[in-house]
């Protein structure tokens, strides 16, 4: 272990999203920081990356570091814009992938479709079977396995998958298959399904594989473009990639394990949420990303991120590898709001997008919106419009309000637009509900911290619903997810099943698994050529009742737990979170999991501020005041956030503007700033 330094040398965080790629360069040597926010360039994400690069006047030849978090594989997986993918299996399970858990798209309902990742004529059987005590059962027949590989191959397949049955139990089926597919595949792109994931579960373990191997061209070939753009302007060391768990990982080896770059971009913002949160004193926060389509959302306990094994991305898609629990739903600034058949206001999922988008935009869009409600009401500047768009204009807002929602619902265009931002509100509180009340946590015991583009604008709407006392508002919120990028940690993580009850497990075998995994943890980081302050190791296990299907982390206090301390602590853990102990039933012990995290220098986040802006009395900061809407229209002071004084403190009703973002107060709310600029805010109690 060594103590904690500050961050030496320059550094640059870039964050691609769906709409715009953002851009943080730290520089320890000149004490400053360069912000920049470019539009991203979806057909190639690489020349965004440049373009921001350009746009901060930031020269890549003098950079000592670039951490990239990308939305290459999340895209692809959404949209289903993946590599033709093969898949070897043993016989009589190719529709294992397909037959999944057997649920339906819709709980309630009779409808729904479900395409599987790899089509059935390119999921090949064939002779082999391990049983799941990993003895062999029937060897490996090569033959057949050379015939379906030239096959896959003829079908002009560019990345494939090796699954056999219960290979976590004895992967020598798998590895051996591996080495022929080596001599027969025309490429690299070959995933072993133990390799990315070893544990039970063929389905999940499968799907993870299909994953993997249907983006790793895609990935592959976006981060060598992108290395070797950088290398043509001088950029000679490691470029870092964001990883879904939080962590990051070397471009060189990126692509190996491509299913866990699925969602980078919201997993660095959540790493900067922790980081923010550690160094401002309030280290139990839930995350609130709202961009322009959707808002993530996420718990911090502690100042670590909860992470999650179970993620399903999409309806039957579980990619069952480490990434933090970061929970989506369909409401962002764009989000459209209609009156639907029943006569009832709905606001989502449709989005009006970046193009045309909301009306406010000037680009077209004649749908009313989130944003368009926020501009009606006057919680974004209507004064700008002139500057952002074509020719729009509040009357213009007002009429479609008037028109589309508030006729059919008997309400003027300002009780329309107030009703459309109290659905959006509940929404997206019940997005918050879900990585708090269902996990068995209270949102009273935490703070809301705000980011994204359109985040503060809601944040404190939403800590109200939820009964949250506190928000905490970033320096920088528009950029967080870049910002993650620099103050992110290296981080693997391991899991290794034993799927047995309790009572039967060879307890120093599961001591011997945790040695392993911290080794290889060690080892990986050890790879990469990355300066940490400290090495952090944490451990877990996954358990449950016999005879139930999921799953519950139990956290460790060590590596070396005896049987009664694992049982004391899963039974423990499952009263926390369901209030019934069920003494009777035996506990299974699934998985034995381990975290190695080598967690980087200090980054002085009261840089994201430049001093030299700041204003020596609140009433410099504003720069006027206008109507705002709270269930009435009250004269409101708006400052400047680059301009508040350092020891500025807000009374509510407040508007807060800056670069990437607009913070609502509300009545009866306070704000005070703390030293590297972030606001907090104390709901106040309406009067």
């Not at 040597?29 to 901060?56: E, F, I, S, W």
């Not at 056999?164 to 070959?190: M, Q, S, T, V």
Request: hydrophobic residues 40%; proline residues 5%.
């Amino acid at each position: 272990m060594t103590e904690a330094k500050e961050l030496s040398g320059s550094f640059a965080g870039i964050d691609v999203g769906g709409t715009f790629t953002d851009l943080v360069h730290y520089d320890s040597k000149t004490g400053r920081v360069k912000l920049a926010k470019v539009p991203t360039t979806l057909d190639n994400q690489a020349h965004g990356v440049l373009a921001a690069l350009d746009a901060a006047e930031v020269d890549a030849a003098t950079l000592d570091l670039i951490v990239h978090g990308t939305t290459t594989t999340t895209n692809a997986v959404l949209e289903r814009r993946l590599c033709k993918t093969g898949l070897v299996t043993t016989m009589g399970f190719r529709d294992v992938l397909e037959l999944g858990r057997r649920t339906r798209p819709q709980a309630y309902g009779m409808s729904g479709q479900f395409r599987p990742l790899i089509p059935r004529d390119l999921r090949l059987e064939v002779p082999e079977r391990t049983l799941a005590d990993g003895s062999e059962y029937l060897p490996l027949d090569e033959d057949a396995l050379r015939v379906a590989l030239r096959q896959l191959v003829a079908e002009d397949c560019e990345a494939l998958v090796i699954h056999f049955l219960h290979a976590y139990a004895n992967p020598a089926h798998e590895i051996r298959a591996g080495e022929i597919a080596r001599e027969e595949w025309p490429n690299g792109n070959i995933t072993l399904g133990h390799a990315l994931l070893s544990e039970s579960r063929e389905f999940e373990r499968g799907v993870t594989a299909a994953v993997n191997a249907s983006v790793q061209p895609l990935l592959r070939r976006y981060v060598e473009r992108l290395a070797d753009r950088l290398a043509e302007r001088g950029y000679t060391r490691d470029l870092l990639v964001m990883n879904g768990n939080g962590g990051m990982v070397s471009a060189r080896i990126v692509a190996e394990e491509a299913a866990k770059t699925v969602m980078s971009g919201p997993a660095s913002g959540v790493m900067a949420a922790a980081y923010t949160g550690r160094r401002a004193g309030i280290p139990d926060l839930l995350t609130y990303d709202m961009g322009g389509t959707s808002t993530d959302v996420a718990m911090i306990r502690g100042a670590d991120p909860a992470v999650s094994h179970e993620i399903e991305i999409e309806y039957a898609m579980p990619i069952h590898v480490p990434m933090v629990d970061v929970r989506t739903v369909g409401a962002g600034g764009g989000s459209i709001a209609r009156v639907n058949a029943a006569g009832l206001l709905q606001v989502g999922p449709d989005s009006a997008g970046s193009t045309p988008g909301p009306i406010c935009y000037g680009k077209g869009g004649e749908e009313p919106t989130i944003s368009d409600a926020n501009m009606l009401l006057g919680r974004m500047d209507p004064g700008k419009l002139n500057t952002i768009a074509g020719d729009v204009s509040i009357d213009m807002i007002r009429g479609i309000f008037a028109d589309k929602l508030g006729d059919p619902l008997g309400l003027d265009a300002v009780q329309a637009a107030s009703a459309v931002l109290r659905i959006a509100t509940a929404k997206m509180a019940d997005a918050v509900r879900m990585v708090s009340i269902s996990l068995g946590e209270d949102p009273r015991d935490f703070a809301l911290f705000a980011f994204g583009g359109a985040g503060p604008l809601h944040a404190c709407a939403i800590a109200r619903e939820l009964g949250v006392p506190r928000v905490l508002v970033p320096a920088r919120p528009g950029i967080t997810n870049a910002l993650g990028c620099i103050v992110a940690d290296l981080r693997h993580d391991f899991v290794q099943t034993v799927n047995t009850p309790l009572d039967l497990c060879d307890i120093d075998e599961v001591h011997a698994a945790f040695s392993r995994q911290i080794d290889d943890g060690k080892a990986a980081i050890g790879r990469e050529r990355v300066e940490i302050a400290e090495l952090r190791v944490m451990h877990s296990v996954d358990m449950q009742f016999i005879g139930q299907t999921h799953l519950l982390r139990v956290p460790l206090p060590d590596a070396t737990p005896d049987r009664a301390v694992l049982q004391s602590l899963f039974e423990e853990a499952y009263f926390r979170r369901f209030q019934v102990s069920l003494p009777e039933i035996r506990p299974a012990l699934v998985n034995v999991n381990t975290s190695v995290i080598g967690r980087r220098a200090e980054v002085d986040l009261s840089l994201l501020i430049d001093k030299d802006q700041r204003r020596a009395t609140l009433a410099e900061a504003q720069t006027g005041t206008r109507p705002v809407w709270f269930d009435g229209w009250i004269d409101t002071p708006v400052y400047w956030r680059d301009h508040l004084p350092a020891d500025a403190q807000l009374v509510g009703p407040v508007i807060v503007e800056q670069m990437d973002c607009t913070l609502v107060m509300e009545p009866d709310d306070t704000a005070t700033q703390d030293a590297d600029g972030n606001l907090i805010v104390t709901l106040g109690v309406p009067s």
